[in-house]
């Protein structure tokens, strides 16, 4: 088993591509941190995960707030005495609208989430990660979920773009920072997959049928959204220590359209 022994810590595990994630990683050996601020959610997820077998620590909170962070790590560490892999993935995007349309509120709120909730998590992951390098020479792994829209402009979702850019410049310059403690930290960049960001969100006011997934999808070579454990399945081989040469990268899981 790939993960077999290690603590992978998955922010936002309560929907979507985490809830997705978590079994996967599971079934490979490894022991979850599950976090999320939707509290309710987040423990109907473990319990089932319980049931089957994984040994789940959860704890409810949001990733814009760095006490919430700082204690995620220190549950990993005081539940199962290591931190091996961390996931940010936490995110949510805003009401689209151009530039000069979008609330500045939400403006304030994609970046505090997006980006400052990456930047946080990865602040108090670090450590630990560095730690475990120098006492144990274990090698940490660090995993941000930017977006397609990381990588290129993204019309009436500036500010996401903006968020999800960012979080591709704070994984760049650490993997080079870091580089020397065996830590290696990667992006991936999902384009539009069917979890509720996208199926309640982007298709908000569509009978969210087919067609409205032809419209959204029309971009995309593929054209169609990706199933969640299509871009979950990217997490374990980018996460899986034998891949243990890539770092710095910002890997685009997008059915083809960055190859345009
Ligand atoms: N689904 C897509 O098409 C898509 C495409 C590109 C990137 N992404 C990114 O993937 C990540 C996961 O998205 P998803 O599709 O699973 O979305 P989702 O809305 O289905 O799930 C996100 C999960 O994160 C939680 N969450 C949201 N904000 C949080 C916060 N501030 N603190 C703690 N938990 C929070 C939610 O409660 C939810 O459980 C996000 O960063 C998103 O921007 C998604």
């Known amino acids: 088993m790939r993960y077999d022994g290690m603590t992978v810590l998955i922010t936002g ?35 089932s995960l319980r049931e089957k077998g994984a040994e789940v620590a959860t704890l409810a909170g949001s990733v814009d707030d760095e006490a919430h962070c700082e204690e995620t790590v220190k549950l990993a560490l005081d539940t199962f005495g290591r931190l091996d892999v961390a996931i940010n993935n936490a995110g ?17 709120k994609t970046i505090d989430i ?14 630990a990660m560095m730690e475990a ?14 977006s397609l829209a990381g990588i290129g402009g993204a019309p009436t979702i500036g500010m996401y773009s903006a968020a999800k850019h960012g979080v591709i410049g704070l ?4 993997a080079l920072e870091y580089v020397r403690y065996g830590i290696r930290i990667n992006a991936v960049c ?24 032809d419209h959204l999808t029309r971009g995309i070579p593929m054209r ?20 243990s040469f890539m770092t710095g990268q910002a890997i685009a899981v997008d ?6």
Not at 114 to 127: D, R
Not at 133 to 146: E, T, Y
Request: negative net charge; glycine residues 12%.
């Open 171 to 174: 994984t760049k310059s650490a």
């Open 13 to 47: 595990g309560a929907g979507g591509f985490g809830r997705s994630a978590a079994p996967m990683f599971a079934a490979e050996g490894a022991k979850l941190v599950l976090t999320d601020f939707n509290a309710e959610g987040l423990e109907e997820h473990a319990a």
């Open 224 to 243: 169609r959204l990706a199933e969640p454990d299509e871009i979950t399945q990217a997490w374990l081989f980018i996460c899986d220590p034998k891949n």
């Open 114 to 127: 997006n980006l400052m909730g990456t930047f946080y998590g990865m602040k108090h992951q670090l450590p």
């Open 255 to 260: 059915g083809g359209t960055s190859a345009m």
């Open 133 to 146: 390098k120098q006492k144990h020479d274990r090698a940490g792994c660090i995993l941000n979920v930017s």
């Open 92 to 108: 949510m995007g805003h009401a689209p609208g151009r530039t000069h349309e979008i609330d500045s509120e939400w403006a304030r």
């Open 190 to 213: 999902p384009a539009f997959a069917r979890t509720p960001i996208v199926t309640e969100g982007m298709m908000a006011g569509t009978d969210g049928g087919k067609a409205a997934e």
